[in-house]
């Protein structure tokens, strides 16, 4: 039967795939294709939690600013990234620098709108407490804001971390030189299947890696304010 005689080149076998890894590995320099990956991942995921962040703690303080800001920011969340990719592109160039930008973009949402639910629902005993004890706005976003916050900013960084994997790929496949996305172009471009799932599995393992990153420092994060 056809489904179990699928040819080589169209589905290889785990070891065809492997061996095409250790190829890699040998010839192709994929240990450094996969840390430039990482580096951009890692420092797009930094930005965009940072700037969701800042973000929603200043649309909670000054409300004017949302209702300013949200049209603009729906409009670059409802664009399609691999449209927005070859922008960055052009006016960034090849480097790292793109794939940062759109990384922290895709980031940007998810993280802000978890920070925002949960500087929204703090309880407002624990508000008029730190009214009554004269709190600056630093140390009631420490003791009383922040800690509240954790689970839904949390929520908001688990699902961005699979979103920073899929546009750092997308930002690799418009175009790159270097990085796990540009070896899946170039498997792609060659009908090198085996490099083709080789890659897809180095993705998914890395974007495992994060969201095990993620939870473990929500369970540390939480951990730690729970005794504050």
Request: glycine residues 8%; charged residues 10%.
């Amino acid at each position: 039967m056809f489904l179990f005689d699928v040819p080589e080149y169209l589905l290889p076998g785990p070891g065809t795939v492997f061996d095409r890894l250790g190829f890699l590995y040998a010839n192709a320099g994929l240990l450094g294709h996969v840390q430039v990956t990482l580096v951009e991942i890692f420092w797009g995921f930094v930005f965009g939690l940072l700037a969701g962040v800042v973000c929603a703690v200043i649309f909670a303080r000054i409300p004017v600013t949302e209702r300013l800001a949200t049209p603009l920011i729906l409009l670059l969340q409802t664009a399609p990234k691999i449209a927005i990719a070859p922008l960055l592109l052009l006016w960034l160039g090849l480097g790292p620098a793109p794939k940062i930008v759109l990384i922290a973009i895709v980031t940007f949402f998810p993280v802000m709108t978890g920070m925002l639910s949960g500087l929204r629902f703090v309880n407002k005993s624990f508000l008029d407490l730190a009214q009554v004890l004269k709190l600056t706005a630093w140390q009631r976003f420490v003791h009383i804001e922040l800690p509240a916050s954790l689970p839904t900013l949390f929520a908001g960084a688990t699902v961005a971390t699979t979103l920073a994997m899929t546009a750092a790929v997308i930002g690799e496949l418009m175009g790159s030189n270097e990085g796990m996305g540009y070896l899946l172009s170039m498997g792609q471009e060659n009908a090198d299947t085996a490099t083709v799932i080789g890659m897809v599995l180095l993705l998914s393992l890395t974007g495992w890696l994060f969201y095990e990153v993620a939870e473990y420092l929500r369970r540390r994060m939480e951990a730690r304010f729970s005794d504050v």
